[in-house]
């Protein structure tokens, strides 16, 4: 039930990024990638809305939670995700977890899209 409840939500959130990316396009053409930019930065507010209304009301149920954050805003943008788990190592005051994650995702996650690229570029195929 739990995995429905995320993969509804999902679809929600994935149908959502893709009317703002259609969106923006329309609106300012594909020269800068302001589509992306404008999800990742309401998905991020969005999570911090919600992280706040859960840690302050109780009786939100699980399955809830569940449909709005790992659901509807993981499908809306993962970057959300990233956002509130770098705000939570800031609030611990785990100041050098939080930069080394920082800076590991997005080093490494863009590398890891280049690696993909060269692969394929190299003959289409794994090695």
Do not use: K
Not at 60 to 66: E, I, T
Request: positive net charge.
């Amino acid at each position: 039930m739990l995995y429905l409840i995320v993969f509804l939500g999902a679809g929600i959130g994935g149908a959502l990024r893709h009317g703002a990316n259609v969106g923006a396009a329309r609106l300012f053409g594909y020269g800068f990638p302001l589509g992306t930019l404008f999800v990742n930065l309401a998905g991020s507010f969005a999570m911090g809305l919600l992280a706040g209304y859960f840690a302050y009301r109780t009786g939100v149920s699980q399955h809830m939670r569940l449909f709005l954050t790992t659901g509807v805003l993981g499908g809306f943008t993962t970057f959300s995700a990233f956002s509130l788990d770098t705000a939570v190592l800031i609030e611990r005051h785990a100041y050098g977890q939080a930069a080394a994650y920082v800076l590991t995702s997005v080093i490494i996650s863009i590398a890891a899209v280049f690696v993909g690229l060269a692969l394929f570029r190299t003959g289409g195929h794994l090695p």
